[in-house]
């Protein structure tokens, strides 16, 4: 159980372009998610909390209308790049929490390998 | 602040050596404490966690037992295999999680 899936696994976009990163927990409900980054050879910097049904809680320094959140339900939130930069090229690592779960456990996706040409 | 430390690597170890990897963490309260592993072009996967001092959390035959007073969480290993090579992280958690730089082990046949 506990299963988190993220797509696409891979993108390649252009520069100016936007993409959508989805990720899905498949077998529980997540009124919690979280998006990571991750830098080569480097640890996850938080991005943002969603919360099903509001928005997005952002990390100091990530630009809100640059990663667009939105946590539409309990087993969906998606992340999308607008407007897509070359410096934008990263590790994008999803996760989320269990409503169920008395600890604070975070289950994570297998990430998305973004580069932006 | 709340953070957690990592030795920083890369470690490069012989298959069937001893492995240990500290980690220590500073927080205000008990956090609970995670062991993650990463490996290549892969995703996060929870290797063990400890919820309260003194916990051993176990997995594959990774160890890590939550010292309080030492504030510390070290990941050992008795005999590492070639398939352990893989980043590890360190985590702490009081709702969010904080993690540490990663270490990444490399295992020589």
């Known amino acids: 159980g506990a299963v988190v899936s993220q797509h696409p696994s891979r993108v390649i976009c252009k520069s100016g372009t936007s993409v959508k990163i989805e990720c899905r927990s498949l077998?529980?409900?997540?009124?919690?998610m979280f998006w990571y980054r991750q830098f080569p050879k480097q640890s996850l910097m938080l991005m943002a909390t969603?919360?099903?049904?509001?928005?997005?809680?952002?990390e100091q320094g990530v630009e809100k209308d640059k990663f667009l959140i939105n946590h539409a339900s309990l087993t969906l939130s998606t992340l999308t790049v607008t407007s897509a930069h070359p410096e934008d090229s990263s590790f994008y690592i999803c996760?989320?929490?269990?409503?169920?779960?008395?600890?604070?456990?975070?289950?994570f996706g297998p990430g998305t390998r973004l580069t932006v040409t | 602040g709340n953070s957690v430390t990592q030795m920083e690597g890369p470690v490069t170890l012989s298959e069937e050596a001893f492995l240990t990897i500290n980690c220590t963490y500073t927080?205000?309260?008990?956090?609970?404490l995670f062991w993650y592993v990463q490996y290549p072009g892969e995703g996060l996967q929870l290797l063990l966690k400890?919820?309260?001092?003194?916990d051993k959390g176990s997995n594959k035959g990774f160890e890590a037992t939550y010292r309080k007073e030492t504030t510390s969480f070290h990941l050992e290993k008795g005999s590492v295999q070639v398939s352990d090579s893989a980043v590890y992280f360190c985590?702490?958690?009081?709702?969010?999680?904080?993690f540490g730089k990663g270490t990444k082990l490399s295992v020589k046949p």
């Open positions: 969603s919360n099903e049904g509001s928005k997005a809680t952002y």
């Open positions: 927080a205000t309260g008990y956090p609970s």
């Open positions: 077998d529980f409900q997540a009124t919690t």
């Open positions: 985590a702490r958690s009081q709702g969010n999680l904080i």
């Open positions: 400890a919820t309260k001092a003194d």
């Open positions: 996760s989320a929490r269990d409503r169920r779960a008395a600890s604070y456990e975070q289950y």
